[in-house]
């Protein structure tokens, strides 16, 4: 049937060129066709359009914190309706993230009629602060339902408005919050400015019992090194299990993987630096800091990282990369696939989330300074992180956990489902040192027996990285290893500001009663961090993260192995987790249920539309394949290859039997106990069925085989 349609893919795919009229090329030469932030309504633009006051007034809000002044509005609204109009812009929207994870708008035009055919363009202060998108097919888990029926969203002036530019008009978009009409986060990004303040709040006050005056507000940073696989659109579309839930559910492992060793790190082939080069300097025009890019381990896996920027802003950049990425493959003939497993047997995709707390005098809390000083402030805040991670090690699990993760984490080359945290020799001799309550605390470098008044910096790169770890200290930050590639920042980092925030007022309580019972200053912070240390080192690792050993070390120690989606999702319902979202204002017990609910619903519904998939192409492509070349074999006699296919293709069809029985749910069963239901059937079916498929695949004639193969969709470039 279609005897040469592989090859001709594989020559049309290969032959691709840059001299193909599809793409326009760049004359890079001309700076002006990289002028960063060229799209966003930045600071700068602001204060060519703004009053003073407004301009000072909207400063505090960024710098600061502070609440908005909502007379500004109609201000603000016009001097950006300006500068949108002067860039082709005809139509805003507010950008928000509802619980999909993913980013909604709804587009308006700036025009209203005035009558007599005439229009103008209008945009008010009320129509920037808040919008009330019909937006009642969100999942909610429940919130509006008991409610009100509509959720509005609201401006939030400290992540910048850009432009998104289509070849036929350009958008104005406006960051926002999602909120329900009794003030019920509906959205990712809620929580996470909520755990900013928090985390603010506590940093400030334990850095005055540390003895800065200065320091106002502390921020949180991210910077994500982001993986993903691009590969050519024809093999996409020609697979209906990609197009359809983002991963391949059938695939034989190729002859050649990455065992060479000859695609990480090497020359990124011209097609794909192409497209790179465009996706990075869109996303410069939208102000996202955009910095490295190289070929990751995979076959056509590959990696993009930008300078880290404050969580909220960071968060919101990293949505629109990812929409970036996508958009802009296609212009290349590729797509880009941001699921966390596409194919069996290679590496997955994660998003390595850089995290650390800087304040506004410019120091990061997270690395050893200049002075005695700042070195038992870095204790002090790596302490508190330690405490954090292991009181709430399956709530951070939990905040990473996707249905795509579940194949991701302890498979190749990725972290277990084990949160531990990695030190580093270095640092872990500081601590150890402490713990045997050795060194001087007033000279802060005799913890690695230096004798020096200061500890040295910390090792960022070369031998003492732990590639293997889910939470890495790596220098200056922590790298949480464990979140997938396709997930939001929001939530992961919602998370880590609230429980770090806790442990930072916990280690405070302590260190105030230390400092009154008459320990200097010095004396008491190591006394805190040797407490804090010791209570919770169980969760320090410093060997490799993918060895089985580790998870019967692991369990020994009592540390958290939540496999899979439904094993962590309850986590987020737990007293502790409610208790610290509830304490710090970040998500109150009915705000977690709703998300444990929308959470728990989309692995199921991903479940089943995997399962469905799976079901229909090796029902209606895979079996009628099989039983061609099988009719092909038994008409020339040749029983060698008939008996090749014939146990196989019985096989298939009894565990296709066995999938569409799974298929059907069971009476009466929903929540926790259908995901679970899903786990253990609909996707322990299409395993079975995928054994039998991918066996197959060995087996019957290339040009009969109805889906493009690894060995193909993995290494065109
Ligand atoms: P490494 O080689 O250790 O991974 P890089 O300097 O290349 O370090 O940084 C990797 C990522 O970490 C980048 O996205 C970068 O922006 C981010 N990063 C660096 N410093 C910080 C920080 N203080 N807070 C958050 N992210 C950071
Ligand atoms: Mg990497």
Request: a negative charge; aromatic letters at 8%.
């Amino acid at each position: 049937m279609n005897t040469t349609r592989t090859r001709l893919q594989n020559v049309h795919a290969a032959r691709w060129s840059l001299n193909g009229d599809s793409i326009g090329s760049v004359d890079l030469t001309d700076a002006s066709n990289v002028p960063f932030g060229a799209n966003v309504f930045s600071e700068l633009e602001q204060g060519k359009r703004l009053g003073k006051g407004t301009m000072e007034k909207l400063k505090a809000t960024l710098e600061q914190g502070e609440a908005l002044d909502t007379s500004l509005a109609d201000e603000v609204a016009g001097a950006m309706k300006e500068w949108a109009l002067e860039r082709g812009a005809t139509h805003f929207t507010h950008v928000f993230q509802p619980l999909t994870g993913l980013t909604a708008e709804k587009h308006d035009s700036f025009f209203e009629p005035v009558g007599d055919g005439a229009a103008i363009a209008k945009f008010s202060g009320k129509e920037l602060i808040q919008g009330e998108p019909d937006a009642s097919s969100f999942p909610t888990g429940g919130v509006r339902d008991t409610f009100e029926a509509r959720g509005y969203t609201a401006w939030d002036p400290t992540s910048p408005a850009y432009i998104l530019e289509n070849p036929n008009g350009a958008l104005l978009c406006i960051p926002t919050a999602f909120v329900s009409w009794t003030g019920e986060a509906l959205d990712a990004k809620t929580p996470l400015l909520r755990s900013m303040d928090a985390l603010s709040k506590s940093a400030i006050l334990a850095l005055r019992l540390l003895g800065d005056e200065d320091a106002e507000r502390v921020f949180t940073t991210i910077g994500a090194e982001q993986e993903y696989f691009l590969i050519d659109e024809q093999y996409f579309f020609e697979r209906p299990d990609l197009v359809t839930t983002g991963r391949t559910l059938f695939g034989a492992k190729p002859p050649k993987g990455h065992e060479l060793d000859d695609h990480y790190f090497g020359p990124i082939p011209e097609r794909i630096l192409a497209c790179m080069l465009e996706t990075e300097r869109e996303l410069q025009k939208l102000g996202v800091p955009v910095k490295t890019r190289h070929n990751e381990v995979a076959p056509n896996q590959y990696e993009i990282a930008p300078v880290f920027e404050n969580s909220n802003v960071g968060s919101d950049h990293q949505q629109l990369m990812m929409q970036v990425m996508q958009s802009t493959a296609r212009k290349y003939g590729l797509v880009c696939l941001l699921h966390e497993k596409p194919f069996a047997g290679v590496n997955g995709s994660g998003k390595h989330n850089n995290w650390s707390m800087g304040t506004d005098t410019g120091h990061n809390l997270l690395e050893p300074g200049d002075t005695p000083a700042d070195n038992l402030n870095f204790l002090f805040f790596c302490a508190a992180v330690i405490q954090a991670v292991n009181k709430h090690q399956g709530l951070l699990r939990a905040s990473v956990a996707n249905i795509g993760q579940d194949h991701r984490l302890g498979a190749n080359e990725a972290p277990p489902a084990i949160i531990s945290i990695f030190l580093g020799a270095e640092l872990e001799k500081v601590f150890e040192t402490i713990s045997a309550g050795e060194g001087d605390p007033h000279t802060p470098g005799s913890f690695l027996e230096l004798g020096a008044s200061v500890l040295p910096p910390l090792p960022m790169h070369g031998g003492d990285r732990n590639r293997t770890s889910p939470f890495a200290f790596t220098g200056n930050k922590f790298e949480f290893r464990a979140v997938g590639s396709s997930s939001s920042l929001s939530f992961p980092n919602a998370v880590l500001n609230t429980i770090v925030a806790e442990a930072i007022d916990e280690l405070a309580d302590s260190l105030e009663k230390k400092t009154e019972s008459g320990l200097d200053k010095a004396e008491a912070v190591t006394a805190v961090v040797k407490e804090a240390y010791d209570a919770n080192k169980q969760v320090c690792f410093m060997g490799d993260n993918y060895d089985e050993a580790w998870h019967a070390e692991a369990e020994k120690r009592g540390l958290k192995n939540l496999k899979t989606t439904p094993d962590a999702l309850p986590e987020l319902l737990t007293e502790q987790t409610v208790a610290a979202f509830g304490d710090y204002e970040v998500l109150s017990e009915r705000e977690l249920e709703s998300r444990y609910e929308v959470l728990l619903e989309q692995y199921t519904i991903r479940a089943n539309m995997e399962a469905e998939t799976a079901g229909a192409i090796a029902k209606t492509m895979i079996v009628p394949a099989a039983l061609r070349y099988l009719e092909l074999a038994e008409r020339a006699e040749v029983s060698a290859v008939a008996e090749d296919v014939r146990p196989l293709l019985n096989e298939l069809t009894v565990a296709l039997k066995e999938l569409d029985s799974a298929n059907h749910y069971p009476d009466g069963v929903e929540g926790l106990d259908l995901a679970i239901y899903a786990r253990d059937n609909q996707l322990a079916g299409m395993a079975k069925v995928r054994e039998s498929v991918d066996s197959l695949e060995g087996v019957i004639a290339d040009d009969l085989w109805p889906l493009p193969k690894y060995s193909e969709i993995l290494f065109i470039k």
